[in-house]
């Protein structure tokens, strides 16, 4: 297999990844009042919004998340695996009760 193909493959497993997951979060995460904004992206354009940053696990901890919130949301929270600005927390939280 030719260099340049396996190069490739993983960036486009990144890039498939990276849709699947903000769609999954956005579906979570629908707000009137918090705005989320994934890594890398543009500002929402409505000013009424407050914004959340959040910066999303990879897909295998995400589905960890999603089979056991009450235990995996904390625990991957803690180790890294997504990060949210501190001073965002409690609106995230509260948003997903």
Request: hydrophobic letters at 40%; aromatic letters at 8%; one cysteine or more.
């Given at each position: 297999m030719p260099a340049g193909k396996k190069e490739c493959q993983p960036s486009i497993l990144r890039s498939l990844e990276?849709?699947?997951?903000?769609?999954?979060?956005?579906?979570?995460?629908?707000s009137g009042d918090f705005a989320i904004v994934?890594?890398?992206?543009?500002?929402?354009?409505n000013q009424n919004t407050k914004l959340i940053n959040l910066r999303l696990p990879n897909l295998y901890r995400?589905?960890?998340?999603l089979i056991k919130p009450d235990r995996m949301?904390?625990?991957?929270?803690?180790?890294?695996?997504?990060?949210?600005?501190?001073?965002?927390?409690?609106?995230?939280?509260?948003?997903i009760r």
């Amino acid at each position: 297999m030719p260099a340049g193909k396996k190069e490739c493959q993983p960036s486009i497993l990144r890039s498939l990844e990276k849709r699947v997951l903000k769609r999954i979060f956005r579906k979570l995460l629908q707000s009137g009042d918090f705005a989320i904004v994934l890594e890398r992206e543009k500002l929402p354009q409505n000013q009424n919004t407050k914004l959340i940053n959040l910066r999303l696990p990879n897909l295998y901890r995400t589905l960890q998340i999603l089979i056991k919130p009450d235990r995996m949301l904390g625990q991957s929270y803690v180790d890294g695996h997504w990060g949210v600005e501190p001073e965002q927390l409690f609106n995230f939280l509260y948003l997903i009760r």
